[in-house]
């Protein structure tokens, strides 16, 4: 046997790390796959051996013929519950050779057996108050264990501890689902905790999502009950093969400790003095605790029977000190942590007992305080009464707070700079992808959408992770997700909401407006319910995820048929309930949906993409007859769309950004249109002087509708854009994180004041999607990144881009760097991904008969292409005279009128952008007659003109 020196670098099973190789899978089939670095980039598989190291004894291996290494089915037998083996692959190439055996992956089958689930629901039996915290133990005696394995629930928050140790670093277990419907349990091995003798098992439990009142203003409520409520099981197995059960139910023991309140908007309040301890000093979670004086637990109604994790757990994932320490008001004292962030407080105190210190969380400030407006009803305030004696070190445990700055205040003695950190927890999700550019900004921008995912990727994916909301808004999702799974593994964090989508779903196919469904009134709104038909499309084209997409095919189709049904035989939606291009930037602060492009139009076309989307779906799933039947109706709503709203001549309707981006990008516009649309889009994007005018719908597609067809220079101004609105004002203002509103921090730094403002919201950020694929030049041809287009657009004004991505096949990097008029592009392709590749220009070097546009293929290994791409010529000759389309194109020029404008009188550009639009036939003298005196025109005239002369002296256009 000839060994290759091709290796795999990595095995690939679903399911959540338990470890850094250990994975917990939800299911007995789970998909396998691997990565292999291969030296040769010529390299080929051609089969693989898959070899599975049981803890029942015995070695299995399987031969797989083939190049497939993208989550293939389990080659071995369906796994039993906590069976737990150890995987290894080796690949043979064409050549013949073998690699070496990749290290191992532990697998543990997480799941449990048919009928084994026992546990019942306890609870606080004499709660007196609101999500009464509450402590619940029970001791039990054990000998000769081989092995034990947590299995536990709740509807709240938990905590296990097994002998005082707790089980695992997670935080806020379970989760949120649909807790009428479904439940999560979390597995554990704690075979290491366990003593030979007595031991006690024993649960921290608090409200969460569980218990907070969920709703707008009045209508806000509980949904799944007033308390929390928790079941657990503990399997014991013996040397001799037999086992036993430890679960909770009656037996077991409750009181409340030194946790007095939690709750996910208010905070937590917590008194050291009250924490459990018998005469002996012993805790509450220590064997022979006395708790004679602890009342027997309440055994509640049954919720569902749990299920297996899927998700990634929330994990605890940087601690961030303070940049700044700010006096407060009566003593207090205000950190700031340089980076809008999602977790909580964990303090380093000494102080006589009795003493509270109160932390209080905020997104900005206001004058010089915490801006706690935005937060709503949500106080986000948590309370830490001392015990005294010394150091005490406190976190809270059940709940989190969206915040750059806390408040400390009752501190004794002086705050120290390492007194207080910041601890940042989300979904524990691996990064897979990245941006870089020189351009500072746009960085900083790429940064912020990071951020942003990470806050509000936190058990399900968010729409804001600090006020009183934290929903699962469909819409948001929807816009985001392609962005989501380029930066992150986030297949089995939205397969598990996935499943929480369809269960929300109602008999007619209605998907909510957040998932899980907790406001109440819902309708078919489109953008939103059109979650249940693109996120499992995203999936697949990220992850190859088939599973999902055929178990999601049903929610998929019904809320599909639901649509079709509103728009009746006319196949167009209108007249319904629609959120439309929410927070268009025109809309009032009051009034978010009153958007410029009409609503029908927006759902009519969503409509065209869920049926094609569907469509493509029943075409992977092999159900033909559906995949005809739907393709028909996509270019019958397609076809009615044009009917309805675009003129012969490629207008449209509502004459606006987002219903031309909705026409090209949705390929909705018959072929012939597409160049005039695109032209009257650059000519609107212009017209608005460069600055945004799109809401949720229409702001993920309006760069990929310029660049589409032809209109890089207007991408760019648009992109590049400091002004309010644009992506980049907040960066400008200092935003660490994407905001909800264009302009949540007004300019002259006062927070918007609409009801609805926040600091925290990926939506926006959708952009980042379009720049790993356009800018960087990095998309998908075919499922988990098997093929790429490379096709990067070097706008005016950007130096270099480079995307990378840790695909299923390994890591691929696409970038390019401007030097003058010559672009290079380079990309690094692993083994077994192949890539189209559309250079920006012709290409240069001796014998290269590249043009631009030309396609061609590139295969695994490192590349690089020189290509020539000539600057748009400088503008020329600029004055009164010019129309405000070439004011507009000529940024030196327009930032020399707006100079001139503020000098005169502060805040008149503000007020010349706010009302101009910048067209063809109208004239600079025209528009600054609005906002100047004749001195300041005339001085306006001069400098414009001492512009053109120094251009044409410099040799710039006449």
């Given amino acids: 046997m000839t060994v290759s020196s091709s290796l795999v670098a990595r095995v690939d099973i679903d399911g959540p790390l338990v470890g850094p190789s250990t994975v917990a899978v939800p299911v007995p089939l789970p998909r396998i796959g691997w990565r292999v670095a291969a030296a040769d980039a010529g390299w080929q598989q051609v089969a693989a051996e898959v070899r599975w190291d049981g803890d029942e004894g015995g070695v299995r291996t399987v031969r797989l013929s083939g190049e497939d290494r993208l989550r293939?089915?389990?080659?071995?037998?369906?796994?039993?519950?906590?069976?737990?083996?150890?995987?290894?692959?080796?690949?043979?190439?064409?050549?013949?050779?073998?690699?070496?055996?990749?290290?191992?992956?532990?697998?543990v089958a997480a799941f449990l057996g048919e009928g084994e689930w026992t546990a019942q629901w306890i609870g606080h039996p004499e709660p007196d108050r609101h999500a009464q915290p509450a402590i619940l133990r029970h001791e039990f005696e054990a000998y000769g264990?081989?092995?034990?394995?947590?299995?536990?629930?709740?509807?709240?928050?938990?905590?296990?501890?097994?002998?005082?140790?707790?089980?695992?670093?997670?935080?806020?277990?379970?989760?949120?689902?649909?807790?009428?419907?479904?439940?999560?349990?979390?597995?554990?091995d704690v075979t290491a905790l366990l003593r030979e003798g007595v031991n006690?098992?024993?649960?921290?439990?608090?409200?969460?999502?569980?218990?907070?009142?969920?709703?707008?203003?009045?209508?806000?409520?509980?949904?799944?009950?007033?308390?929390?409520?928790?079941?657990?099981?503990?399997?014991?197995?013996?040397?001799?093969?037999?086992?036993?059960?430890?679960?909770?139910?009656?037996?077991?023991?409750?009181a409340a400790g030194a946790l007095q309140t939690s709750g996910l908007y208010a905070g937590e309040s917590y008194d050291a003095r009250e924490l459990p301890r018998d005469t002996a000093g012993r805790r509450p979670e220590e064997p022979g605790f006395?708790?004679?004086?602890?009342?027997?637990?309440?055994?509640?109604?049954?919720?569902?029977?749990?299920?297996?994790?899927?998700?990634?757990?929330?994990?605890?994932?940087?601690?961030?000190v303070p940049v700044e320490m700010i006096a407060g008001v009566d003593g207090a004292v205000i950190l700031d942590f340089g980076q809008n962030l999602v977790g909580r407080l964990r303090i380093r105190v000494s102080g006589p007992a009795g003493t509270t210190v109160t932390l209080r969380h905020a997104e900005v400030l206001d004058g010089g305080r915490l801006g706690t407006r935005p937060l709503r009803r949500a106080s986000a305030t948590d309370r830490y009464t001392l015990a005294g004696g010394g150091c005490e070190v406190w976190e809270p445990e059940f709940t989190f707070h969206g915040f750059r700055y806390a408040e400390v205040s009752g501190w004794p003695g002086e705050l120290h700079a390492g007194d207080v950190v910041a601890v940042v927890v989300h979904s524990d999700l691996q990064r897979t992808g990245w941006f870089q550019t020189s351009h500072p900004l746009l960085q900083r921008l790429h940064d912020n959408v990071v951020w942003s995912l990470r806050g509000n990727f936190l058990s399900i994916p968010t729409d804001c992770p600090q006020r009183d909301e934290r929903l699962g808004w469909t819409g948001d999702i929807q816009v985001f997700a392609p962005t989501a799974a380029f930066l992150y593994d986030v297949r089995g964090f939205l397969d598990s909401w996935l499943r929480d989508l369809a269960l929300e779903q109602d008999e007619a196919g209605m998907v909510p407006f957040v998932v899980p469904n907790v406001i109440g009134i819902a309708r078919p709104a489109a953008a939103w319910g059109d979650a249940a038909v693109v996120v499992p499309d995203v999936l697949e084209r990220h992850f190859g995820d088939i599973d999902t997409l055929a178990r999601q095919y049903p929610s998929a189709r019904a809320w599909t048929e639901l649509c079709l049904r509103l728009a009746g035989?006319?196949?167009?939606?209108?007249?319904?309930?629609?959120?439309?291009?929410?927070?268009?930037?025109?809309?009032?602060?009051?009034r978010p949906g009153q958007a410029m492009t009409a609503t029908g139009l927006v759902a009519t076309a969503c409509l065209a993409r869920s049926v094609r989307l569907l469509a493509r779906a029943a075409g992977l799933l092999g159900r033909e007859d559906e995949a005809v039947r739907y393709a028909g109706v996509a270019e019958e709503v397609r076809a009615a769309f044009v009917r309805e709203?675009?003129?012969?001549?490629?207008?449209?309707?509502?004459?606006?950004?987002?219903?031309?981006?909705?026409?090209?990008?949705?390929?909705?516009?018959?072929?012939?249109?597409?160049?005039?649309?695109?032209?009257?889009?650059?000519?609107?994007?212009?017209?608005?002087?460069?600055?945004?005018?799109?809401?949720?719908?229409?702001?993920?597609?309006?760069?990929?509708?310029?660049?589409?067809?032809?209109?890089?220079?207007?991408?760019?101004?648009?992109?590049?854009?400091?002004?309010?609105?644009?992506?980049?004002?907040?960066?400008?203002?200092?935003?660490?994180?994407?905001?909800?509103?264009?302009?949540?921090?007004?300019?002259?730094?006062?927070?918007?004041?609409?009801?609805?403002?926040?600091?925290?919201?990926?939506?926006?950020?959708?952009?980042?999607?379009?720049?790993?694929?356009?800018?960087?030049?990095?998309?998908?041809?075919?499922?988990?990144?098997?093929?790429?287009?490379?096709?990067?657009?070097?706008?005016?004004?950007?130096?270099?881009?480079?995307?990378?991505?840790?695909?299923?096949?390994?890591?691929?990097?696409?970038?390019?760097?401007?030097?003058g008029e010559v672009v290079t592009v380079v990309a690094e392709l692993p083994t077994g991904v192949e890539a189209e590749v559309r250079l920006p220009g012709p290409s240069l070097g001796a014998g290269s008969a590249v043009s631009g546009g030309d396609v061609f293929t590139a295969g695994p290994g490192s590349h690089r292409w020189e290509c020539a791409v000539v600057a748009a010529p400088p503008p020329g000759a600029v004055g009164l005279g010019s129309s405000l389309a070439d004011v507009a194109d000529d940024p030196e020029a327009l930032a020399l009128v707006e100079e001139l404008l503020d000098a005169h009188r502060p805040g008149a550009a503000a007020t010349m952008h706010a009302g101009t639009r910048w067209t063809r036939g109208q004239t600079l003298a025209e528009l600054v007659f609005q906002y100047a005196s004749p001195a300041v025109q005339s001085e306006i005239a001069v400098r414009l003109g001492e512009l053109s002369e120094s251009r044409h002296q410099g040799g710039g256009a006449p």
Wanted: glycine fraction near 10%.
């Fill in 72 to 107: 293939i089915a389990w080659p071995f037998s369906a796994l039993a519950p906590r069976d737990r083996g150890e995987v290894r692959v080796r690949v043979v190439g064409s050549d013949g050779e073998i690699s070496p055996w990749s290290e191992p992956l532990t697998v």
């Fill in 145 to 188: 264990v081989v092995r034990a394995t947590l299995y536990a629930t709740a509807v709240g928050g938990y905590q296990a501890a097994l002998n005082g140790t707790d089980v695992d670093d997670d935080v806020l277990k379970p989760g949120w689902t649909p807790y009428g419907a479904r439940t999560v349990h979390d597995t554990t």
């Fill in 200 to 254: 006690c098992l024993s649960i921290r439990l608090a409200g969460l999502w569980a218990t907070e009142h969920f709703g707008f203003r009045q209508n806000a409520q509980p949904r799944y009950g007033a308390q929390p409520r928790v079941a657990a099981q503990l399997r014991l197995d013996f040397a001799d093969g037999s086992h036993r059960w430890v679960a909770t139910g009656e037996g077991w023991a409750a």
């Fill in 290 to 320: 006395d708790d004679r004086g602890w009342s027997p637990v309440a055994v509640t109604r049954g919720d569902p029977m749990p299920g297996p994790r899927i998700s990634p757990p929330v994990r605890r994932a940087e601690e961030i």
């Fill in 569 to 590: 035989p006319r196949r167009i939606w209108e007249g319904d309930f629609q959120f439309g291009d929410w927070l268009d930037p025109t809309a009032p602060p009051d």
């Fill in 645 to 819: 709203y675009v003129t012969p001549a490629g207008r449209m309707l509502s004459d606006t950004p987002t219903a031309y981006a909705l026409g090209l990008v949705f390929d909705l516009l018959p072929e012939a249109l597409r160049a005039s649309a695109g032209a009257r889009l650059a000519d609107l994007v212009r017209e608005n002087g460069y600055r945004i005018a799109t809401g949720f719908v229409g702001t993920p597609l309006i760069l990929d509708a310029l660049t589409a067809t032809g209109h890089d220079a207007a991408a760019a101004r648009l992109l590049l854009q400091t002004g309010c609105p644009s992506w980049l004002y907040p960066v400008t203002r200092g935003a660490t994180t994407i905001w909800e509103r264009w302009d949540s921090l007004l300019p002259d730094g006062a927070i918007n004041p609409g009801d609805m403002t926040s600091f925290n919201h990926y939506a926006l950020g959708a952009v980042a999607d379009w720049m790993h694929r356009e800018l960087a030049g990095l998309s998908i041809l075919a499922p988990g990144h098997r093929r790429i287009r490379i096709s990067p657009h070097p706008l005016p004004g950007i130096d270099d881009a480079s995307a990378t991505y840790e695909s299923p096949f390994g890591r691929i990097v696409v970038g390019w760097e401007r030097t």
